[in-house]
């Protein structure tokens, strides 16, 4: 998945972000609401983590105008502010959870799988797709009853077609999906992981159909 992370502490972002992209995920850092700004209008992301105290501005105004704009992107809060009346305000405010500084980073860890689930509606991390079952958390892929170990960057891939089956994405759209800002890739990369999941899937009655000059789409019969 794809976090974006909000926080001007640059030690505290690199350990999130460590611990982060250890779990497999693509995480693009702002350090302020203005570069937050940026972000939020060249790509999309399936969580965002928000600190409160920024040096352009408070953290809630980002918040407020998120949801005033519909958008449903999940939002963290990490704060230090320990008063129920904070932590109520800012659920109300549209905030999906909270975490109060300092914290535990397996529980944020976990608070993020919680948060990422809930707003999918689902309980389980565990997809199914025709005969196809995949746990992006354990990264495991069950195909006709074979169970394969995937690498990162092909769980992450496959983890965003099977969110949105029968949905085109264009290569340029899935470079924003897999990689941070600051990595250096070109669209070939996004053919070499699409041929490795259709070695994966073959077999089985779910595959990735190439739609010319638009992209790829995750279908099954």
């Known amino acids: 998945m794809k976090f974006l992370?909000?926080?001007?502490?640059?030690?505290?972002?690199?350990?999130?972000?460590?611990?982060?992209?250890?779990?497999?995920?693509?995480?693009?850092?702002?350090?302020?609401?203005?570069?937050?700004?940026?972000?939020?209008?060249a790509a999309d992301y399936d969580l965002i983590l928000l600190d409160i105290m920024l040096p352009d501005g408070d953290g809630r105004d980002f918040l407020s105008r998120h949801r005033a704009m519909q958008k449903n992107t999940p939002v963290i809060v990490l704060t230090a502010r320990s008063q129920v009346s904070d932590r109520v305000s800012m659920l109300d405010l549209g905030a999906d959870d909270y975490i109060t500084k300092p914290f535990d980073h397996a529980e944020l860890q976990a608070r993020c799988r919680a948060v990422v689930r809930r707003n999918s509606g689902s309980s389980t991390t565990v997809t199914r797709i025709g005969d196809v079952e995949f746990d992006p958390v354990a990264g495991h892929l069950c195909v006709a009853g074979r169970t394969l170990s995937l690498r990162n960057r092909e769980l992450r891939l496959l983890e965003v077609l099977v969110n949105s089956p029968g949905q085109i994405f264009s290569k340029q759209k899935l470079v924003d999906r897999l990689f941070s800002s600051d990595d250096d890739v070109s669209e070939n990369a996004i053919e070499v992981y699409i041929a490795r999941l259709r070695k994966h899937l073959e077999?089985?009655?779910?595959?990735?159909?190439?739609?010319?000059?638009?992209?790829?789409?995750?279908?099954?019969?």
């Open 5 to 41: 992370l909000i926080e001007d502490n640059r030690e505290l972002a690199q350990a999130i972000s460590t611990r982060m992209e250890l779990d497999g995920h693509v995480i693009d850092q702002a350090e302020s609401l203005a570069q937050a700004d940026q972000f939020i209008g």
């Open 203 to 221: 077999g089985s009655n779910v595959s990735i159909t190439t739609i010319r000059g638009l992209g790829y789409r995750l279908d099954h019969e």
